[in-house]
């Protein structure tokens, strides 16, 4: 549950963030790239095998979300998250 409440925190002040213009490209990427893994069918670790098959689409999520996260100004990140 802690995972998922770190993910939605992150994906939050991105969303914020996004529409900075101060944002670098690879962030915005990495989260295209995490935007699209989540959307298509494909997965590294097929769903049917239980609990583990969705396992892997919340960690390459998390990662990617937390390295796009980790690429944006500490500033922004700062100003952002006191507006949470």
Avoid: C, H, N
Avoid at 22 to 30: T, V, Y
Avoid at 33 to 56: E, H, K
């Amino acid at each position: 549950m802690k995972i998922i409440k770190g993910l939605w925190t992150r994906l939050v002040i991105f969303r914020m963030v996004m529409k900075d213009g101060r944002i670098p490209f690879w962030s915005k990427f990495l989260l295209g790239i995490a935007l699209v893994y989540f959307l298509v069918p494909f997965d590294l670790i097929s769903d049917f095998i239980p609990l583990l098959g969705q396992l892997d689409d919340i960690t390459i999520i998390s990662i990617l979300v937390t390295l796009a996260i980790k690429l944006i100004p500490a500033q922004l990140i700062e100003k952002y998250r006191k507006d949470i």
